[in-house]
């Protein structure tokens, strides 16, 4: 590995001036299209990398009269305090099992959701199916939370008026912390899923016809079809959105989990966003918040990184 | 030719993409001309910007109001409210954090981004304008003398909300009462009687044991009037026979009522839901014939509670009383507030004692009289003594309906229960007053008047252990017990210790 490492090092400084020439060409040969890039790239810039200099707060004692760049310098005081919190470790906890919680049934869900459309015939029965699945990805937490609410409820809500109607005694979804998480957890993937079902119906769209053609001509049933080619054919699709889920696994839900959740259930679904918002954030402490956003942002791209590493090393494309 | 339309082509959408991206972001500023002109040249207008929280209860101030009007005539100023929507106060502290300073600020008193405002020196002191401001100067140094900065200076005008008088007991269903032969519970066990008899009795009449006793609302519902019963003396700090401050959990009174609430709790006296309740859906469940029992602010509330219970039951009738007495005779409810609103002028300011002066009218019985009640022969008319509104004028300017006051009287420097204030077109005035009297002769004092610092360091994060334990131990997940000596333990490593220790100082130094 070293010496490879080394002859390409060799190689490349040799090539470098070639090399330069080359990209200068490439770049006036497509000048329009990279024309065309230039204001996403101000966007970037302007909007993401420039505001981010902020995030020098969570080493600092923010003070709003001296500003974020006048502030005194605090080194890691901030991440200490967060550290020493005595139910830090616990919505850590929380936070990554309910995201694990999320990404086992919430991933595949949309995949089979989308095979399935693959395989209907009839465009208006799709088109109708595909509608209503991805409908409540635009209804807000807030809303759907008040609706969940009502629905949930253990006197009259319709799903344990339906429990009790077949005899079930009422079951505490919202209020009980032995169903919490499941209810957070399915509530969660039926909001979403539909969405994240149309990319993969893009992807489906995108293969080949002739293969499979050319399958039923070699007498390929349904199934083979499917195991054979329209997945291994939507693999890199899959990978890829799965590399970016791994990367937002320390984001379990802000918003949903603040409307639905109360101190009985604290303890299995209070999260570090929770946590953070009502004894800092609501404070008005924002170089706590920002240490927090740090730490968060931090486990997030090693994950990316492994990730992405992970399924370079399996054969796939990755994200970059 | 095909290389210049390209050119014309890729410029186009850049053109078209830039403008989406900023069209947003480009800021609508309109540079107010104050209608009613300059009429003292030597006197210039000064623009003020007044961010506040407002109210729930307020409407928003219209273009062209003419109590704004009025006011910006007296002062000469040009006031521009801005309220952040929902009440929401963290939005204040992000626009002061972010440095989008307003002229006049509102935020939340004893909060510790309101003092950090102070710290930072970000505010003026109000001592400088007091030879203009004589409403301020008596209302802070007679009222409010414990509100001073550490160098002795008032920098803003504190709004405590709930300090001299209270509106919050407990509210109950006075029909079903009547329907079972019930008597207003007046001892611990008369009141778990009623609960009982509210969930066992079929109150609602609908053949089914579906109602419960007593729901609250969230975080942790509001049942420390048990605790009161049980001989909790005051609401913030407890004092230990040594003279020792320590916190309620650790107070005599704590277990023999947390063992009250299990019971409650156990048999299902208690809404299991009463956590996921805000107020709207608390009162809902008290509409629907769900719950017996609400803890609710009446006063102005009573005839709107009323009126909504009677939409659903015609029958309805609300009840209010005492909340029941303890073994030896203790009985509590709402404690005195603390905390509330502030209003402070910014060292931006660039007229800051007319900024002064018009907080200083804010206060002044003549500035609330032009909040309340509007501009006479305008918005009301006299007859003798009787007051007459005038509801088609008000409503221009947005009053409140029934009477009620306009936009800028809410939340910010009064609410109407703090000067016992309602319309003379109350209709149930007499009830009102009394609720009142009732929750506020149960008031709950507390041991020290201000708010420690350290408290609010560490106030929010002791609370939340707490609020927790509360919960485990209310529904029996962990025993009573070992649930205290948990929380003590953690609540005090947590940062209880440390605000401890500084009430034990300011309580000493005041004894």
């Known amino acids: 590995m070293f010496m490879e490492a080394k002859v390409l090092e060799k190689k490349k400084t040799r090539k470098t001036e070639i090399r330069s020439n080359n990209l200068c060409r490439y770049f006036l040969k497509h000048k329009y299209l990279y024309f065309m890039l230039l204001p996403a790239i101000v966007y970037y810039i302007i909007f993401h990398y420039v505001p981010m200099y902020g995030a020098i707060i969570a080493f600092k004692n923010f003070n709003v ?57 009839r465009t208006t029965f799709k088109k109708t199916i595909q509608t209503a699945i991805y409908l409540p990805h635009f209804i807000s937490w807030v809303i759907l939370g008040g609706m969940l609410v009502n629905l949930l409820s253990l006197d009259n809500g319709l799903v344990n008026g339906i429990i009790t109607a077949f005899g079930g005694s009422p079951i505490g979804f919202l209020t009980d912390d032995k169903y919490f998480v499941k209810t957070l957890v399915v509530s969660m993937v039926w909001k979403e899923f539909g969405w994240n079902t149309i990319i993969y119906m893009a992807a489906l769209l995108g293969i080949d016809p002739q293969l499979y053609e050319a399958a039923i001509v070699d007498g390929a049933s349904r199934w ?52 953070v918002y009502r004894t800092g954030l609501a404070e008005g402490k924002f170089a706590m918040a920002s240490a927090v956003g740090l730490f968060k942002s931090l486990i997030n791209f090693i994950l990316l990184v492994l990730a992405n590493k992970m399924s370079r090393m399996a054969g796939e494309e990755g994200v970059f | 030719m095909k290389k210049k339309m390209d050119f014309f082509i890729a410029s186009l959408m850049i053109v078209i993409l830039v403008f989406s991206v900023t069209g947003c972001g480009k800021e609508n500023k309109v540079n107010k001309v104050n209608s009613k002109g300059d009429e003292r040249d030597d006197d210039p ?12 209860a307020a409407k928003p101030i219209l273009p062209d109001d003419r109590i704004v009007e009025e006011i910006n005539k007296r002062f000469s100023i040009d006031l521009q409210v801005q309220m952040v929507p929902e009440g929401d106060v963290t939005k ?19 909060s510790s981004a309101t003092n950090q405002w102070i710290n930072d020196g970000l505010l003026v002191s109000l001592n400088d304008y007091f030879e203009s401001t004589p409403n301020l100067e008596k209302t802070l140094t007679e009222e409010f003398d414990w509100t001073t900065a550490d160098d002795g200076n008032f920098y803003g005008y504190p709004f405590i909300t709930q300090y001299k008088s209270t509106n919050t007991t407990l509210a109950f269903r ?14 611990l066990d008369d009141f778990y009687n009623v609960l009982k008899a509210f969930k066992e009795k079929d109150p609602d009449g609908n053949g089914e044991k579906d109602t419960y006793g007593i729901t609250s609302i969230k975080p942790i519902g509001d049942f420390n009037f048990i605790f009161y019963a049980y001989g909790r003396k005051y609401a913030d700090y407890q004092l230990d026979d040594n003279g020792d ?9 704590f277990k023999p009522g947390m063992e009250y609430l299990r019971k409650l709790y156990v048999e299902g006296l208690i809404d299991p839901e009463f956590l996921l309740n805000d107020r709207n859906k608390m009162e809902e469940r008290f509409y629907q014939s769900k719950v017996g029992y609400i803890t609710a602010p009446l006063f102005r509330h009573v005839s709107r509670l009323e009126g909504n219970l009677q939409k659903m039951n015609p029958e309805g009738k609300l009840g209010y009383s005492y909340p029941p007495e303890g073994p030896d005779g203790n009985k509590g409810f709402a404690p005195v507030g603390k905390s509330g609103m502030y209003t402070a002028i910014t060292k931006k300011c660039e007229a800051p004692k007319k900024a002064a002066q018009f907080i200083d009218f804010m206060i002044s019985d003549e500035g609330k009289n032009l909040v309340r009640l509007g501009i006479e022969g305008i918005h009301y008319t006299k007859d003798g003594k009787e007051i007459i509104y005038n509801e088609e004028e008000r409503a221009k300017d947005n009053f409140a309906e029934n009477g009620w006051a306009h936009p800028l009287a809410w939340g910010s420097f009064s609410c109407p229960l703090e000067s016992n204030y309602l319309p003379a077109t109350e209709k149930s005035r007499e009830r ?19 708010i420690p610092m350290m408290e609010i360091e560490y106030g929010k994060i002791v609370e939340d252990l707490y609020n927790q334990y509360f919960i485990d131990m209310l529904q029996g997940k962990i025993e009573i017990d070992q ?21 034990q100082v300011i309580y000493n130094n005041n004894k």
């Open chain 2, 483 to 503: 649930g205290v000596a948990e929380l003590s333990e953690k609540w005090r490593a947590q940062g209880g210790d440390k605000i401890l220790e500084e009430v």
């Open chain 2, 92 to 110: 204040v502290n992000i626009a002061m954090a972010s440095g989008d300073f307003p002229d006049i600020v509102t935020g939340t008193f004893g």
């Open chain 1, 224 to 275: 083979k079809q499917t195991i054979h080619i329209t997945i291994p054919c939507i693999m890199s699709t899959i990978v890829v959105v799965f590399i970016l889920r791994l990367g937002g696994l320390m984001e379990a839900g802000f918003e949903q989990i603040f409307v639905l959740y109360h101190p009985g259930v604290y303890k299995v679904a209070d999260i570090i966003d929770t946590y």
């Open chain 1, 65 to 121: 009269s001296k500003g974020i760049l006048g502030s005194d310098w605090i080194g890691l005081a901030n991440f200490k305090q967060l550290f020493q919190m005595d139910k830090f470790y616990q919505v850590i906890w929380n936070t990554l099992t309910i995201s694990l919680k999320r990404l086992i049934v919430g991933f595949p869900t949309p995949i089979i959701m989308a095979l399935l459309l693959n395989e209907v015939k």
């Open chain 2, 245 to 253: 401050v320590i916190p309620h959990f650790e107070h005599f009174s």
């Open chain 2, 432 to 450: 009102a007053l009394e609720s009142v009297e009732i929750a506020s002769a149960v008031q709950v004092p507390n041991l020290i008047t201000n």
């Open chain 2, 45 to 56: 207008i000064d623009p003020i910007v007044w961010l506040t929280t407002g109210d729930m």
């Open chain 2, 174 to 187: 006075q029909d079903w009462m009547d329907k079972l032969n019930l008597e207003v519970p007046k001892t």
